[in-house]
């Protein structure tokens, strides 16, 4: 998981500790970071913020599926998924989720694209 904002990964991490077979096993506070712990982890699914300092989620999508091609990737933004969400298929990622609904949405979203 990157986002910048360790308000947000701390909920995150909340809402993915409610699916007992998940395991958050890497966090990252930039575009940089999360390259290099996916790189090191190989995960099954990265969760990226849009707007980071230095690398945006969608240029560490792009990255992403070149080095760990078999990573499934959702992106989440403050604005509306609907509108960002061309922009991040392209970029390589599965989906695109609200912040605003998190709590809501993301493990719906997330059991949507590993099951794909």
Not at 4 to 24: F, T, Y
Not at 106 to 112: D, F
Request: hydrophobic fraction near 50%; glycine fraction near 6%; proline fraction near 6%.
């Amino acid at each position: 998981m990157a986002d910048d904002n360790e308000s947000v990964r701390r909920g995150v991490r909340n809402i993915l500790a409610s699916v007992p077979q998940w395991e958050v096993c890497g966090e990252a506070k930039d575009g940089a970071e999360a390259l290099q712990i996916a790189a090191q982890l190989l995960p099954d699914f990265v969760l990226l913020d849009i707007s980071m300092p230095g690398m945006s989620g969608l240029d560490v999508a792009k990255l992403l599926r070149e080095k760990v091609p078999a990573v499934k990737i959702v992106v989440m933004s403050q604005h509306d998924p609907a509108v960002l969400l061309p922009r991040a298929l392209q970029a390589g990622a599965h989906a695109c989720v609200d912040k605003g609904r998190l709590a809501l949405d993301l493990i719906p979203t997330i059991e949507r694209v590993l099951s794909d």
